[in-house]
């Protein structure tokens, strides 16, 4: 469930500029979490870590009230699994359909410096969770 297309361009700029700097990405992975019908935005396996990126209708009422709540449960469920299997996960949160360049390239070097300092050390448990908002 990918809401709009600017969630899809976001995904694949944030693939195509973190490969560039250097990471292996797998983009839309299946079966990571065994017997869990989950797909994974961005999957960077050498760091362990997952980026989901969210947009409007994780946040926002737009396809109604009964799918919002629904998305933010399933959003809370899946945040939990990949934790609880020692990943760590980046939830980029954009609540607009538009995202200029400039947030973008700064989107970019938030989640490149937290991608530096997760090569560096991996988090500890309570710091594996990171939310970034647009």
């Known amino acids: 469930q990918k809401a ?4 899809s361009k976001l995904e694949k ?9 250097g990471h292996f990405i797998e983009f839309h992975r299946k079966n990571l979490i065994p017997n ?4 994974i935005d961005l ?13 409007p209708a994780h946040f926002l009422p737009i396809w109604g009230d009964d799918k919002l709540q629904k998305q933010i449960k399933a959003d809370s469920q899946k945040t ?6 020692g990943f760590a996960i980046i939830r980029v949160k954009s609540i ?7 947030n973008k390239e700064k989107l970019l070097k938030n989640i490149l410096l937290r991608l530096e300092n997760i ?11 990171i939310e970034i908002e647009l």
Do not use: C, H, W
């Open 13 to 21: 700029f944030l693939m195509k500029e973190i490969v560039n700097a």
């Open 36 to 39: 869990q019908n989950l797909e």
């Open 43 to 55: 999957y960077i396996p050498d760091l362990k870590t997952i980026i989901e990126v969210d947009g």
């Open 96 to 102: 607009s359909d538009f995202i200029s360049l400039i």
């Open 4 to 7: 709009g297309k600017e969630g």
């Open 80 to 85: 939990g699994l990949i934790l609880s299997k």
């Open 119 to 129: 090569k560096s050390e991996f988090p500890s448990e309570p710091n594996r969770y």
